[in-house]
């Protein structure tokens, strides 16, 4: 499939840490793409990684994120295929060296660019918080931090887009993240390609809809369908989410020819309200979404199209927090 003049093709690789592993492959030699997007963190995963890097100070990131890209690495270089990823966990630092050791190895040495963005680990910070008079209660039910301290292993502040922009601005290849939003990681490349400014809060939230769809990989593909899904063809095959960009905010969901799956006006749906709170105010840390406002409609060749969504404000900083046994989570959040 030929790409429309004048958009972005932004490729789902990952939907969460343990997705499929011929993933990203798929999506760089099935078709052209411009940016492959690979989400791997929730919850639990920080908590998990945070362990890991407990034991071993220079581990806490996905590790099979390497493996993954040394398989496609030639491949992106050659056809100038960016990567937005957090599969740098809680040590985007130890992730972005393992990748240019990566890259050395395979002769790729000087022939692109590691972004690492950080920040977001507020481990270190939480007992001077507070000591200093902020309670970080709970937004469900009002427990102050204290009441749980012993038990925290993870403290995170989200991260939207607007650090992924600065370093893809900044030349960079592939972007590797510490908890940076699910939806950020598609919102990055579209702010960065169209030149949207910060405060076009109706482009943002576009670009936030077209995050939310494609975060989970496959589910919007016929993975997380139950309309007809008995018809769904050939799932072991299934073809991953691609979302063809336009720079007024509209934006179409595709995948590569020859792909199993569904796209479709129900499965796109589905995983629109797929954890979701309240649908007028979708919370990020580059805006608020309305969802309600969202038109979807139907393309040829297994496209659906998404129009009209509605911003409301600027959003407040989110911060999560995880911890051993069940996750303890202080934040509304979109996770996989």
């Known amino acids: 499939m030929k790409p429309r003049p004048g958009t972005v093709r932004i490729a789902a690789g990952q939907g969460f840490w343990g997705d499929w592993l011929e993933a990203p492959y798929r999506q760089v030699t099935g078709g052209p793409v411009d940016y492959l997007m690979m989400d791997y963190l929730a919850e639990v995963t920080m908590s998990i990684l945070q362990k890991q890097k407990a034991r071993d100070p ?81 937004l469900d039910t009002g427990r102050p931090l204290s009441d749980v301290r012993d038990r925290v292993v993870s403290a995170n502040a989200y991260l939207g887009a607007g650090p992924v922009v600065e370093a893809l601005r900044g030349g960079a290849d ?106 007028a105010e979708y919370i990020t840390p580059d805006c608020i979404a309305d969802f309600t406002t969202i038109r979807l409609d139907t393309r040829p060749w297994a496209r659906s199209s998404t129009r009209g969504r509605r911003p409301t404000r600027k959003p407040r900083p989110r911060i999560e927090f995880s911890g051993s046994g069940s996750p303890i989570s202080v934040s509304s959040s979109s996770r996989c």
Request: glycine share 14%; proline share 5%; charged share 20%.
């Open 174 to 279: 592939i972007v590797v993240t510490g908890r940076v939003t699910d939806t950020g990681l598609t919102l990055a490349p579209m702010i960065h390609a169209f030149g949207w400014r910060p405060d076009a809060w109706d482009l943002l939230a576009a670009g936030t809809v077209a995050g939310h769809t494609i975060e989970c990989g496959a589910q919007c593909s016929g993975g997380n369908c139950l309309v007809d899904w008995e018809r769904i063809p050939d799932l072991a095959n299934v073809g991953y989410p691609i979302v063809d960009a336009d720079p007024d905010g509209t934006f179409e969901i595709t995948k590569h020819p020859g792909t199993g799956g569904r796209i479709s006006v129900a499965g796109v749906t589905e995983q629109l309200v797929y954890e979701m709170g309240n649908p």
């Open 58 to 138: 220079s581990l806490g990131y996905a590790k099979d994120f390497l493996a993954q890209m040394e398989r496609i690495l030639p491949i992106v270089v050659e056809r100038r295929v960016k990567v937005t990823a957090n599969a740098g966990g809680v040590n985007p630092r130890g992730c972005a060296q393992a990748m240019g050791e990566t890259a050395r190895r395979l002769g790729l040495g000087g022939k692109l660019r590691i972004g690492v963005v950080t920040g977001d680990d507020l481990l270190p910070r939480l007992d001077g918080l507070l000591a200093r008079g902020h309670e970080l209660r709970n």
